[in-house]
């Protein structure tokens, strides 16, 4: 099992507003549509008003790999990006016990 950390910083000026829909949709369509994921978060930092993350765990490498080139993912973590300050700072894990 891999579990995943994406924290991402929100840029100021941007459309907080726009930026939550797009990611609600992301998590609604992974956690619908994609197999081999276990769970998909999305959440908002109590120490940084403008950071936020994604939790995911995933059976394996492979359902990840699928993910990450289904189409809801190819366009909208783009559309997410374009309202954080550089690309997403992305930690991968595998569960050991």
Not at 10 to 33: H, M, Q, R, S, Y
Not at 49 to 57: I, K, R, T
Not at 76 to 88: K, N, Q, R, T
């Amino acid at each position: 099992m891999l579990k995943i950390v994406a924290k991402m910083h929100f840029k100021e000026g941007g459309d907080p507003a726009k930026f939550l829909e797009i990611a609600k949709e992301v998590v609604e369509k992974t956690n619908a549509l994609d197999k081999g994921c276990i769970s998909y978060e999305f959440c908002k930092s109590e120490q940084d008003p403008n950071g936020y993350a994604m939790f995911e765990q995933w059976e394996s490498q492979e359902a990840l790999a699928s993910h990450m080139q289904s189409e809801h993912f190819t366009s909208l973590v783009p559309a997410m990006d374009a309202f954080c300050e550089g690309g997403p700072d992305l930690l991968v894990y595998e569960k050991l016990f």
